[in-house]
């Protein structure tokens, strides 16, 4: 829901398609909707709910809080929908925006609620957990998870998620390229199953296409400063990115394809959710998911990468 509702991706009016597109997501057999409560403040759980408001007992609504945007001085910036705000996760703001999510949603639970970009020190916190737990038991939420960030933290955070607070399920960055914090979850993980929602699954974008001329061009030495710029080291995968696109060019498969079946297969990876932008991407990504896995030596070749 993210590009469908937030400013950076669109324009926010309902008029370009925005429903219609999330409505035929469902029609290809879309179960799954990923949202937060902070994407353009409210906007985009309120969007879920006019798109798929009347099949709600046949998909899984996951959303996020934490992010506290309801201050009246929060000002509006373009590019994210609005001034970050700073994140909240006492008791009393939990419960509070649980049920400004409800309203905006029009329903009376919210299949998977996460807490969004906790801190080390947030996870910490008992009382956190425990109000998670009430609004389970009082049948606000049906489960409870973190949806991690990048940062210096995220492999700690994982642990103490996993081990301290038995997180049913991490939303986390998850890739052929970014298996860290998938590998420190199998590390932990005993007898209890931890889901997994894998985020980028096509590595900020450059798994999508078949062509590898928009990379080349990154490649070039004009673009030094771009690839740096690139968040979290991207920039120096750029070379595996395209050899990963001529791999499956040799094996006739699409790129977008083999980058989201690839995490599929992983078996702690419940669900991968791309970047969904128009109807080419939803028909794209939701071609041929009903069938076999990947051939082994494409799996083997683009592990080697």
């Not at 807490?115 to 049906?142: C, M, N, T, W």
């Not at 420190?184 to 980028?200: D, L, P």
């Not at 673009?223 to 968040?231: A, C, V, W």
């Amino acid at each position: 829901m993210w590009t469908l509702s937030t400013s950076e991706w669109s324009s926010g009016n309902r008029a370009e398609g925005s429903v219609n597109l999330i409505r035929s997501a469902f029609d290809l057999g879309v179960t799954l909707f990923d949202t937060a409560d902070s994407y353009s403040k409210g906007y985009s759980e309120e969007l879920l709910f006019e798109s798929l408001g009347s099949v709600r007992k046949e998909i899984v609504i996951s959303t996020k809080l934490g992010f506290d945007f309801y201050p009246p001085d929060i000002e509006f910036v373009k590019s994210i929908g609005f001034h970050k705000p700073e994140k909240n996760f006492d008791p009393d703001y939990i419960s509070f925006a649980c049920e400004q999510s409800l309203k905006r949603l029009n329903t009376d639970y919210i299949d998977l609620l996460s807490l969004h970009y906790p801190a080390l020190s947030d996870v910490e916190k008992d009382y956190v957990f425990e109000q998670l737990e009430r609004l389970v038991e009082d049948g606000k939420i049906l489960y409870w998870g973190a949806a991690l960030d990048d940062s210096e933290d995220s492999q700690e955070l994982v642990e103490s998620l996993i081990n301290d607070r038995e997180s049913p399920f991490l939303h986390i960055p998850c890739n052929i390229f970014e298996k860290d914090l998938l590998d420190t979850v199998s590390q932990c993980r005993e007898q209890e199953s931890v889901g997994i929602i894998s985020r980028r699954p096509h590595f900020y974008g450059f798994l999508e296409s078949d062509d590898t001329k928009d990379i080349e061009q990154l490649l070039s030495e004009d673009s030094d400063n771009y690839r740096d710029s690139l968040p979290n080291g991207a920039g120096r995968r750029l070379e595996q990115c395209a050899e990963f696109i001529r791999i499956c060019s040799v094996f006739g498969v699409a790129p977008h394809h083999a980058a989201m079946r690839h995490i599929l297969d992983i078996p702690d990876v419940c669900v991968t959710i791309p970047n969904i932008r128009d109807m080419k991407t939803l028909v794209d990504f939701c071609a041929d998911f009903g069938s076999d896995s990947l051939p082994p030596e494409l799996s083997d070749a683009l592990v080697d990468l």
